[in-house]
């Protein structure tokens, strides 16, 4: 028997819920339909159809789970019906690539995203607020270092030293300040937010707004900028020149990200 035909037969079952049904209904002509020989299909059906229809609700009810619990709010706003018709058509095709199950809701969301920003009948802001939870676990289980503070000061020219956690988020709708658990009435307030991700100290994830020039002086310093390149930048991006004006609003900036452990120090 060829194992991988098998493997292949087992995973369309457990992917796609039309052809699940077909294998109820007949099982010998639905394996028949996936290419496998009569000796592969009754070495199949020997461990009783049931299992195979069982593997199918394990496999949807344990990824519907795991998605329905990191969007978080999202969900309810969704509605169960709505998020596990979404759900099968997502397993069904193209289905979850990675192996790491912590990955399968990011994974789901960059499918889901556009179609539900697309749909009028839906919330505007659900999309935004489904990344922005995914965003948190996946901040809480970044396995890169925060780093300790390397004690060196800053110098105009040379690199300086970032939280490895940290990332730079714009959202159109506010919905890193809605609470965890939403009212039925709750919804962000729409204005576009630029927001500091990043895993703390206490080993938490932490979101903090910034401003733009910040945000674009920021995101050129984790990409290995020098503090004047990513200054210059920065007021290049925002249409400015450099004055004092900004030297002073930057060194409080400045400062505030080392407090926060975003920034750790020159580079030793």
Request: charged share 25%; with cysteine; hydrophobic share 45%.
């Amino acid at each position: 028997m060829s194992a991988e035909r098998i493997q292949s037969a087992l995973a369309r079952i457990a992917r796609d819920s039309a052809l699940r049904d077909r294998f109820e209904q007949a099982p010998d002509a639905t394996l028949a339909e996936l290419g496998l020989d009569a000796r592969e299909r009754a070495g199949m059906l020997s461990a009783s159809p049931q299992r195979l229809l069982a593997y199918h609700q394990m496999v949807h009810g344990r990824l519907f789970k795991a998605i329905r619990t990191f969007i978080g709010g999202a969900a309810d706003r969704l509605g169960h019906d709505r998020l596990r018709a979404d759900v099968d058509a997502w397993i069904a095709d193209p289905g979850p690539k990675t192996p790491y199950f912590l990955e399968i809701p990011a994974e789901f969301l960059a499918w889901a995203q556009p179609r539900w920003e697309a749909d009028s009948s839906l919330a505007p802001w659900v999309a935004e607020l489904a990344a922005h939870q995914v965003l948190i676990r996946t901040v809480r289980n970044d396995p890169r270092e925060i780093g300790e503070p390397t004690g060196k000061g800053l110098e105009l020219d040379g690199p300086v030293v970032c939280n490895g956690t940290v990332r730079v988020v714009r959202y159109r709708w506010a919905v890193h300040r809605l609470p965890k658990r939403l009212g039925p009435e709750q919804e962000p307030a729409h204005e576009p937010a630029i927001v500091i991700a990043y895993r703390g100290p206490d080993q938490q994830p932490s979101f903090i707004d910034i401003k733009p020039r910040s945000a674009h002086m920021l995101e050129r310093l984790l990409a290995g900028a020098s503090l004047r390149e990513a200054l210059f930048s920065a007021c290049e991006a925002m249409g400015e020149t450099l004055d004092d004006a900004i030297l002073s609003v930057t060194a409080v900036t400045l400062a505030d990200l080392f407090e926060r452990h975003v920034l750790l120090g020159g580079a030793a």
